[in-house]
């Protein structure tokens, strides 16, 4: 992986749960991650290794909120190319990110 999330990064997010009750348009998006057309945004953290968030795999209808792992996105790589943690990624809200048709 490309720029991995530091210590600091990752503990700054809030926990696995910690946002429950917010509305996911509302959501804060904390990291992005992305490869290609594939891009993956964190709202939680279980301080290990997974992540709460949505997951878009360069399918949009099929785009969903899910969890995913730290180490999985670690161990994509495609012909040499790696994940990428987004280091100009400035949190915002979801409904700020993603606008379905």
């Known amino acids: ?7 600091e990064q990752l503990a700054e997010l809030p926990k696995l749960y910690e946002t429950d009750g917010i509305d996911c348009k509302d959501k804060m998006i904390r990291l992005h991650f992305f ?3 594939c891009d993956w945004y964190v709202t939680e953290f279980d301080g290990q290794n ?3 968030g949505f997951a878009n795999l360069n399918d949009p209808q099929n785009a969903e909120w ?10 994509i790589n495609i012909h040499g190319i790696e994940i990428d943690n ?14 379905r048709d």
């Open 1 to 7: 992986m490309w720029n991995k999330p530091s210590r």
């Open 66 to 75: 899910g969890y995913f792992t730290l180490s999985e996105l670690d161990t």
């Open 86 to 99: 987004d280091l100009h990624w400035q949190p915002r809200k979801f409904s700020d990110v993603w606008q």
């Open 35 to 37: 490869i290609g057309g």
């Open 50 to 52: 997974t992540f709460f």
